[in-house]
């Protein structure tokens, strides 16, 4: 079983900036992916960022390319999301996905969410 586990989270005036942490734990495991997703309220889910461990591809939604920064620290399992130029609509609770490789597929494991929320 792998635990993810995310911290970081607060809140910010617009403008400002937050980082996110996202660590997965366990038994022997080999990571394929971490990556970020949101849910805002009334929302569903959305994707914000990944970042892939074979060759360190990262990829961003839209939305927040050019403000938000997806880093790992491949001997910890941890990834971090740098958040700058915070925007209101940012608002959400944070979501960290572990995606584990294994013979018989990849599994996904999420973390329990931190909140973001960021003020006008």
């Known amino acids: 079983q792998v635990q993810v586990v995310e911290s970081g989270g607060g809140l910010v005036q617009a403008g400002g900036s937050l980082r996110l942490s996202c660590a997965a734990s366990?038994?022997?495991?080999?990571?394929?992916?971490m990556g970020w997703f949101r849910q805002a309220p009334g929302k569903e889910r959305e994707f914000v960022a990944t970042?892939?461990?074979?060759?360190?591809?990262?990829s961003y939604a839209d939305s927040v390319k050019g403000r938000f920064t997806i880093s790992r620290d491949s001997a910890k399992n941890t990834v971090y999301l740098q958040m700058n130029s915070l925007k209101p609509e940012d608002t959400a609770v944070y979501y960290c996905?572990?995606?584990?490789?294994?013979?018989?597929?990849?599994?996904?494991?999420w973390g329990q969410g931190t909140q973001v929320t960021v003020s006008s």
């Open positions: 996905k572990a995606t584990i490789w294994t013979i018989s597929g990849d599994y996904h494991y």
């Open positions: 366990g038994r022997a495991f080999s990571t394929s992916a």
């Open positions: 970042f892939r461990w074979s060759g360190g591809s990262t």
